[in-house]
């Protein structure tokens, strides 16, 4: 470097250097530790390092850039900008050349470690640093008087070409490798996955000449109900597709306890069920593939996150262990596999895959997902997390030190076990609102905008358009029955006479509330149920108590705000979340949403490979405490389940959501409601 | 340590220190890095540690040992010698303690590192290092309070016992695990396999309790005519047995390139022949476990030595390329891959495969076998080593450099191709000798030790006991042959008329010697033809011209000895091997045979972890010869036709055995014969 040399300054990175006229804009870049990509290895061929030069003043700079600054339009980029079009004012940053002082934006597509906007929600965003990449590399033709391997000629290729130090590579690639290598006239792309858990870069896949099909990976979430994937684009960070299935191990039992019965009942169960999952996941890829147009042998890694249970039956590991105290896990870290041990056919047989580290016997992978994606160990203010699922996974921390649980709530937040239930689908209802002095209901269902009160609803919805209560509709119909006094502080529902409305009708000893009635047009007849509303109580219950275990080991009788995570968390309405002691009493505004956290977390493991060393740490530094074991979980539990509490004041509630007080014991022995009918 | 404390002096290895009183034997081992085994880690359970005390005056040591010098037999010497035997003088390194100055042997059955003799005939010995070795740990219970995985704490276990940093294990160890862990009250013995390639230490296998079963591993040469294999005791090191089986490669093509033709013209033919050949490794390690009595699953490891074709076929890859010039292999380094990606299922499934790697595309692992065992690089004078199959490998060297190359011998020198031919087995002529004055054969069979001119001959050998000829049989036919005028120096058998003996038989235009007609009883006729004579002409001359083409490159016209490898190269009379020309002329007693010197080699890289690293580096520095381009092999082939040779002079033979110089052209327009006519 001279001081006469022209000075390069790029941007946004503000790195700046001087370079003798003629060095290409990739070669500086790659000097200055610019982040600008290149899969050919500046051959342009690829144009992945495509640059914007600016001209003029550039008073921040300190730099005036003159026409000229860059070489003139060569050849290679007028057939490229012929055959594919280069946007204006780009160049190719392998052919053009430093001429004079010269400004050079890197778009943020030509960046390897561009960022990505998780949603448009957050203000998160994910820095892409996949583990699978793609390089071009033109490999020496075999020689037979330095005889040496296909395979070696290839790593030496890496070597000399992207001082990438030695590769590996299975049978199944070795034995496309020389048809490939020949094919492509022993210029080919190889796609190369690195991470801390396989040191050596592997060799994935092999394409001849220069691979333009993308490379892609797929993050899964693998719940006890459904399995949820996206399909992400490795190199652009972007979601091409996302899509869901049912888990089918549900025909094994509906929630984790009663998989774990069945294998310990049926020799051979664990067995089943691992088939079972790793089926769904393949006809998963195969639809999340094709619905995103693409070759699923492109995707070559998948990221799992997952509870214990989950993780065992995945990995083909009896999990009879973790339906007994002392839950001990087979394994507890993070693993590195390959897609055909899980019989993951559907995919590239050389696929990778990452599976995140459990927490704890009953705390799993996906808790460390959603440790991942909401960093509550970089929070200022004290944070509880609350995944809900058929388990809840709950974590509670800020920079001091992040604690973890979970707990049993079973799956009626889901809309299971609900009378008249079902999953969150079109049909369903999902919100609903109780008039306090009509107590008519209006509500609204999954596929519509519109309110059922509102003109238009029929039409839109249609004859037999509704068809059951999903999660938030029974949480939101329970808080609104809690509202409007129809539902006394200990849950019980009151009689047509009690609560003056004919909505209210006699079930055997109890009452349920009608939300709506299609049975005159064969439809179905929806109501919440004095049944729905004891086991929306147990789930509720379970919540909160692994909560207040998490915030006595804490030391603290509040939080500074809840984040709901989770499937269903988006569509929880904060407010009758807090009427139904779901969660801790906090300000109305203190309660968002995470959306899928879990998911999130596991695209960003999937994106970025260092954040799998990271979510190791934090997991390693988590305090993990055992609801099953502590005695204090049974006192929180039976407490909290009054709505929304029995002793805990709820104060930030009362300020939006004043409650009555009714109680409809009848002297059934209830020594509370006795006390409250007495009061009331 | 302290001056006054007592010395304790180990042998063989003469390491000394002082200790305190009270120091267990093998903690003071461990600390001078004295070579003394234990599976249990000094629990007195393995019985591994076992030492001798001397007790006396050792004036080489400058050492007293009195009585009491260790402590007193204590209960766990005694349960142990109750149970299961003690030799006398022998104690249990970790119960004696060192009570004062001693001297204490290390039998060699007590040493890791011990030293196996590879058999009786050669000096070398077999220093024992296996990849895969037992560890006895001692696992903490799982605790909720402080949750990690099973996994986590073996690997704990592990490091805190054994200074062992890290482990990993595979989806089938770990679907075990927790079982096992419970079932042996987490006290279990595991296998860890860790090599160069295989740097973190893996899980193999998993027992309950303490295995005292053994661990074994198979050392396999892969041939193209037979698959040969040695169960090995990966601690004693000790061949278990031997077994060898057809390779059923034989049906898609006797020789290698009718192997690699069959690839060609059929499509999926590469993975037929790869089938077969693992279904027969498979069928080959359960006859072998049956016939050692061992449970197969205790086979953890296996080593594979083979020419590159076997090669490719074994590992899956279609060896077309090696078919052609430039003969480029997909892989020439060595490879440590898992059983069951050869579909290795006879085995323990998570056994671990080394394969040695290839020198070139003609000269394979089985080549850099040979050089492993017969280290021509360390060689003070200049060795040529053949090993002779259906493809020869030949190595030429000394300290100073050595030279590869292979020659397509073909099958004959098994005894393929030949009239009478069949491989080396009961009933098979492995000898013949022919009267000079008579004419008349006399020979001996494989599986007595009488000439057939002996008494008792018939009696032992039996009617119908003479089935054929082998490979050495029909190297000494035609060497006899030659030096009882029989057949002159161009191969041509001569007629009765010409020879004078009835044993002269024409067929067709040629002439047959006859050996052995038991047709009258049924039997066989067993006969040498002039077809014979031109397929052994044939391979003898591809083999001599490959060893000369290697003296060309080295600059040599001679050299200093012959070692004669390979399964059948212990069985061939060095003086008939010269007398037919297959090898240069040297003094007969600097001819040696190194017996199956492949398998040899395969055995040395299963004992001796080391050995594989030291395998990779001499490869590497071997300078490799392709005869198949080079014009002179063609030229030394067409000079090395003539028995022993057209030009060279073969001064040594001349000493040891003159050859008489028929001619038996007629006038076919031989020109070479009717200038020996003339001269004769």
């Not at 640059?51 to 700079?61: A, C, L, Q, R, V």
């Not at 008087?145 to 395979?151: I, R």
């Not at 888990?247 to 094994?252: K, L």
């Amino acid at each position: 470097m001279n001081e006469t040399d022209p000075l390069v300054v790029f941007t946004p990175s503000g790195k700046r250097g001087r370079f003798p006229k003629g060095t290409p804009v990739l070669t500086a870049a790659r000097q200055l530790g610019v982040d600008l990509d290149s899969v050919c290895g500046g051959r342009g061929i690829c144009s992945k390092c495509q640059i914007t030069p600016g001209y003029g003043e550039f008073s921040k700079h300190g730099v005036t850039v003159r026409e000229g600054a860059l070489s003139e339009w060569n050849a290679v980029e007028e057939r490229y900008d012929q055959k594919r079009g280069l946007k204006a004012g780009r160049r190719l940053g392998c052919q053009a050349q430093v001429m004079s002082d010269i400004v050079i934006d890197v778009p943020p597509e030509s960046q390897v470690h561009k960022q990505v906007v998780r949603k448009a929600a957050s203000a998160r965003v994910i820095q892409m640093d996949p583990a699978t990449r793609l390089y071009f590399v033109e490999v020496d033709e075999p020689d037979m008087h330095e005889p040496t391997g296909d395979l070696e000629r290839l790593e030496r290729a890496l070597r000399e070409q992207w001082e990438i130090a030695e590769i590996t590579a299975d049978l199944t690639l070795l034995a496309k490798l020389q048809p490939v290598l020949r094919k492509g006239k022993f210029r080919v792309t190889v796609a190369l996955h690195k991470s801390h858990l396989d040191p050596v870069p592997r060799v994935i896949e092999i394409w001849p000449g220069l691979h333009e099909s993308g490379l892609y990976g797929l993050a899964i979430d693998l719940g006890s109900t459904t399995v949820a994937a996206h399909l992400t684009d490795l190199e652009s960070g972007e979601v091409k597709a996302s899509s869901g299935i049912m888990n089918p191990q549900i025909r094994f039992g509906e929630d984790l306890m009663s998989r774990v019965s069945y294998a310990m009942m049926n020799p051979g169960g664990d067995q089943e069920m691992t088939r079972a999952v790793r089926e769904a996941i393949n006809t998963l890829a195969e639809e999340i593939a094709k619905e995103a147009e693409i070759d699923p042998s492109l995707i070559v890694e998948t990221v799992f996150v997952c509870n214990p249970v989950m993780h065992h039956l995945l990995l083909g590991i009896d999990p009879v262990e973790l339906g007994q105290a002392p839950f001990a896990l087979a394994t507890s870290d993070s693993m590195a596999l390959e897609a055909r041990e899980l019989e993951l056919s559907a995919i590239n047989t050389r696929a990778r895959v990452y599976v995140l580290p459990c927490i704890a016997g009953h705390v799993g992978a996906d808790c460390a997902a959603v440790a991942l994606s909401e960093e509550p160990g970089k929070s200022e203010d004290l944070a509880l997390i609350v995944d809900v699922g058929t388990n809840a996974e709950i974590l509670l921390g800020d920079k001091s030190r992040v604690l973890a649980c979970s707990s049993p709530t079973g799956p009626a937040f889901e809309g299971a076990q609900i009378s008249s239930g079902q999953r969150a689908a079109p049909g369903a209802i999902e919100a609903i609102r109780i008039d306090p002095e009509t107590k008519e209901p209006r509500f609204r269902v999954i596929g519509s905008d519109k309110w059922s009160d509102e003109e238009g609803f029929a039409e839109e919805v249609g004859p037999g358009g509704i068809t059951g209560i999903c999660g938030s509709g029974i949480i939101e119909a329970v808080a609104e029955l809690r509202m409007a006094g129809l539902m006394d502080e200990s849950g019980l529902i009151g009689s047509a006479e009690a609560t003056g409305t004919a909505r209210m009708v006699p079930e055997g000893r109890t009452h349920s509330y009608l939300v709506h009635d299609a049975t005159a047009e064969g439809g179905p007849r929806i109501t919440v149920t004095q049944g729905d509303i004891r086991a929306i109580q147990l789930a509720k219950s379970a919540l909160y108590a692994g909560a207040r275990l998490l915030m006595d080991q804490r030391g603290v009788d509040k939080v500074d705000r809840v984040v709901l995570a989770g499937a269903f968390g988006a569509h929880i309405s904060a407010k009758h979340a807090m009427v139904l002691g779901m969660i801790p009493d906090v300000p109305l505004d203190k309660v968002t949403s995470a959306g899928n956290a879990a998911g999130t977390g596991a695209r960003i493991a999937l994106c970025n490979v260092g954040a799998r060393r990271e979510i190791e740490r934090v997991v390693r530094e988590i305090t993990k405490v055992e609801t099953a074991i502590e005695p204090k979980f049974q006192e929180h539990f039976v407490a909290a389940n009054a709505i929304p509490h029995k002793t805990d004041p709820f104060l930030e509630l009362a300020k939006v959501a004043p409650l009555p007080n009714p109680s409809f014991n009848t002297g059934g022995g209830d020594e509370g409601g006795r006390r409250r009918r007495r009061r009331g």
